[in-house]
């Protein structure tokens, strides 16, 4: 979140970043106008934990970037962002593209994922004002913690909970793969279980901290008029829910039968997880409509 509030102001970190991208932006990448900052934006190839559109003479260029600290490098992920980058092509929201793993210098260098650019915590540090004594002295945080080793800690009850969800959805054999794999570590509060979607540019979740499943449509955040009127009818009991302002994401919902509070009695809840997913199922079948009807996807500028 710090990176994202430095980038959305237009300062020395956001020139970092255009210096190391500068080869694949077309044109000038100083003629430019920021168009957005976005975090978590998610598709059905994953989330990129910051995605940076900026917007010049020849075209809207995304900067999709991964940001670590110290979590283990994930097989293909960097092949994964770039999956993210040729989707949003394909949608027409961005003509070009860059994948940029930022991290502590002492990761880069042992890390065996590669990634087209790199950016350190470190060099971002130094280029901070000296007035700027938050954002300084929460990147030298960052980088303490990676050379000290730290981890998130697995959530037995929450690992427990996500295993049970999981296995329920492959007794139920239902259709929209949990993308929890039984004996997956949760850490604290990890209160979403997500779920694939066959609909492009979408995902299925049940937010069991906020009692619903959702299907989110990625992109549409800002225009849900328009994509209920393109839409049209939805499932019996589904309704829209308001986006936050500043989400890229409209959400479809289906209550679920409570808000989950205590994930080791919910673990225990058969009825409870069982409703739930016979509600992704039904998303996963809309879904599976939407995507077999004429509808312009192009979103509204």
Not at 83 to 95: D, K, L, M, N, V
């Amino acid at each position: 979140m710090l990176v994202m509030d430095r980038v959305s102001k237009r300062g020395p970190i956001l020139d970092l970043v255009l210096q190391e991208i500068n080869d694949e932006v077309p044109g000038d990448s100083q003629c430019f106008e920021l168009v957005e900052v976005v975090h978590s934006a998610s598709t059905r190839n994953g989330e990129s934990d910051l995605v940076i559109v900026i917007a010049g003479p020849q075209g809207r260029h995304a900067i999709l970037v991964e940001d670590k600290i110290d979590a283990p490098a994930q097989p293909q992920q960097a092949k994964r962002y770039k999956s993210r980058g040729e989707e949003g092509i394909a949608a027409g929201e961005w003509s070009s593209f860059s994948v940029l793993l930022m991290a502590p210098e002492e990761y880069l260098q042992a890390n065996c994922e590669p990634y087209p650019h790199e950016l350190s915590y470190q060099l971002i540090r130094e280029a901070l004002p000296q007035d700027d004594e938050f954002g300084r002295k929460m990147l030298s945080c960052a980088i303490a913690k990676q050379q000290h080793g730290w981890h998130p800690s697995r959530d037995e009850v929450m690992s427990a909970f996500y295993d049970e969800v999981a296995l329920t959805a492959k007794k139920m054999r239902v259709k929209a793969d949990c993308l929890h794999k039984v004996g997956d570590s949760r850490a604290e509060g990890s209160g979403w279980v997500d779920f694939r979607s066959p609909l492009a540019d979408s995902s299925i979740s049940w937010k069991s901290n906020q009692g619903a499943v959702v299907l989110g449509f990625h992109g549409w955040g800002s225009n849900v008029d328009t994509l209920k009127q393109r839409v049209g009818s939805v499932p019996d009991g589904a309704y829209w829910r308001a986006s936050r302002k500043g989400t890229r994401i409209a959400y479809l919902c289906l209550d679920a039968l409570y808000k989950v509070e205590d994930w080791e009695d919910a673990a225990f809840d058969s009825p409870l997880i069982v409703d739930v997913l016979y509600k992704v199922q039904r998303f996963y079948d809309y879904a599976i409509e939407l995507s077999n009807r004429a509808i312009d996807w192009s979103v509204p500028d």
